[in-house]
């Protein structure tokens, strides 16, 4: 392997990586220095002692030098060999750093995931999802923001959350989704509303043209019923939560239209009456989004498979 002419490279030339050895090869040459055998190294690294042998061969042809002299006594680097060495060793140094940095970064994303969602999910649905993430991720931290649909695109391009969830018409611009639920409209009122005594259902231009207690603009809610009415007469009493304006349509205030997800105890308890409507098909699709091109991974991409569950 001394000989000149078997060492000559090619000019240097062309990309870095096709001039420098991969990580595989120098970790081999520093094994070899370090245990003064091919085959030790060959075992230590966990390859067949021909392969070594390959690799070192080849990683001389690619420098244009001898590295090692083998002997039936074992392996010595020559001088440019130990040179070499001593540079190799920087350079798997620096990308062990490298290594450690990247894992840093990786745990420091699995260890929280930031969520946000339309207030009709976070209240309903949203809780039990994440009870079962817990289970799958104990010691990832989880923060949760909720507001209407438009507040969430808003977090998530904005890079505030990983995730998000929104109940509107449609998908932000911006965001990538998948439908992961489907949800109900229905009109209740307090039992001393006169609505709750009608015998014939509601009319969709009755329901239209009848102020009402509603979500704040901008709130899935609100768009869904606004989209299938055609238009919405002035809000009776516009409220930010949907725990709001369920406690006004109980106390009497008025009619409201909310997410059969969220009345199902008032209900069942009489505190509410649902009013059925003809001529309007107040449904919508739930939604996961998250920004476009950017698919969920680590934690996100768990919770996400956990609301298709």
Avoid: C
């Amino acid at each position: 392997m001394s000989n000149a002419d078997e060492q000559a490279g090619p000019a240097v030339t062309g990309p870095l990586a096709h001039r420098v050895p991969d990580l595989g090869a120098l970790e081999l040459l520093l094994a070899v220095a370090r245990l003064g055998s091919l085959g030790g190294a060959a075992r230590e690294l966990g390859i067949t002692q021909p392969a070594a042998s390959s690799r070192i061969r080849s990683m001389e042809r690619q420098l244009g030098v001898a590295l090692v002299d083998r002997s039936p006594r074992g392996s010595r680097l020559t001088d440019a060999g130990a040179l070499v060495t001593d540079w190799a060793r920087r350079i798997v140094a620096a990308a062990e750093a490298f290594d450690v940095g990247v894992q840093a970064l990786r745990v420091r994303r699995d260890s929280r995931l930031r969520v946000a969602a339309s207030m009709t999910i976070a209240e309903y649905l949203l809780p039990g999802w994440l009870l079962a993430l817990r289970a799958q991720r104990p010691d990832t931290a989880v923060s949760l923001h909720a507001g209407n649909s438009t507040v969430v695109a808003e977090r998530l391009l904005a890079d505030e959350a990983d995730l998000g969830f929104v109940e509107g018409l449609s998908v932000p611009a911006g965001l990538d989704s998948a439908v992961i639920a489907h949800d109900r409209l229905i009109v209740v009122t307090a039992p001393g509303h006169a609505w709750a005594r009608r015998r014939r259902s509601l009319a969709a231009g009755e329901l239209a043209s009848t102020p009402l207690i509603l979500r704040e603009k901008g709130s899935g809610t609100r768009q869904v019923l606004d989209a299938a009415l055609g238009g919405l007469a002035r809000p009776l009493i516009e409220l930010s939560s949907t725990t709001a304006v369920k406690a006004a349509a109980v106390s009497g205030a008025g009619p409201a239209v909310l997410s059969e997800l969220a009345v199902g105890e008032e209900l069942s308890m009489r505190r509410l009456v649902p009013v059925p409507v003809e001529g309007v098909a107040l449904t919508r699709d739930l939604r996961a989004v998250w920004p476009t091109g950017h698919r969920p991974t680590g934690p996100a991409r768990d919770l996400l498979s956990l609301t298709r569950g």
